[in-house]
């Protein structure tokens, strides 16, 4: 039987919803019931809401008061709630991270981070990065003829060419007795002290990426500590780049 009805239905004719006219064509498609009763409705709604605020604002209280009143106000007709000054002081890339990670996952990465750190302080030495504090070297002669008179490449013992270097300052003898190893082209030399700028360059943002972890990884662990019900004094407030200090009351454990 139900073979037949399929064999039936094969030969009806499809339907089709009867299309807006000729003469109306510029008007667009024929609006069907379904979408006159979308329309329809979000008529009302919009008038409810209207209806609903006008009647609100007639029976509003010119007297009434609550104290969060202090604490908020209207700005170009939006409402704005003022912080307070013992409100929580976060960036948004720690609120982003505190709401998605744990502490263990942080102090995971900081602990990788940090790794990488000494890997590359290993390398590089830090021996000429900027911002580094210059090295004194204090030479000291016996008499004043002797200071006008004195010669820091006969002092060190080495060419004039390589007296500004902190390192790799080859002496006479060792200049004289072996042959230049390494680089010697000013090209390769440059592209060298590129790629040296660029390893240090790496290496600040690494320490900076590094520091925020550590606070991250703090404030997580302050609030974890803070649902703990036990009497606690705030002894400093949190910033942006340190943690709030609280000071809890010391319990007997049994």
């Known amino acids: 039987m139900s073979s037949f009805r399929k064999a039936l239905k094969s030969k009806q004719r499809n339907h089709h919803e009867r299309s807006q006219p000729g003469f109306r064509r510029n008007l667009g498609l024929l609006e069907k019931k379904k979408d006159y009763k979308l329309r329809a409705d979000d008529y009302h ?31 170009d007709g939006i409402h704005i709630a003022r912080k307070s000054k013992d409100q929580v002081e976060m960036t948004e890339e720690q609120k982003k991270l505190m709401r998605t990670q744990d502490i263990k996952y942080v102090e995971m990465k900081r602990v990788a981070e940090a790794k990488k750190i000494d890997r590359l302080k290993a390398e590089l030495h830090l021996l000429d990065a900027d911002g580094k504090q210059k090295n004194k070297h204090t030479f000291f002669v016996d008499s004043k003829k002797e200071v006008k008179t004195f010669n820091l490449a006969k002092q060190l013992n080495t060419v004039p060419e390589l007296v500004g270097r902190v390192y790799n300052r080859p002496t006479l003898q060792t200049l004289e007795t072996q042959s230049i190893k390494g680089v010697v082209g000013s090209k390769q030399i440059q592209k060298l002290a590129r790629q040296r700028k660029h390893q240090y360059k790496i290496l600040s943002q690494r320490i900076d990426r590094e520091k925020k972890m550590f606070v991250i990884s703090q404030k997580i662990q302050t609030r974890k500590d803070l649902q703990d019900k036990a009497k606690r004094v705030k002894v400093k407030n949190e910033t942006p780049k340190s943690a709030a200090i609280y000071k809890f009351e010391t319990k007997r454990k049994r």
């Open 45 to 75: 709604k919009k008038q409810n809401t209207l209806s609903a605020l006008r009647k609100k604002a007639l029976e509003k209280n010119p007297d009434e008061f609550y104290f969060n009143m202090i604490n908020s106000q209207v700005k």
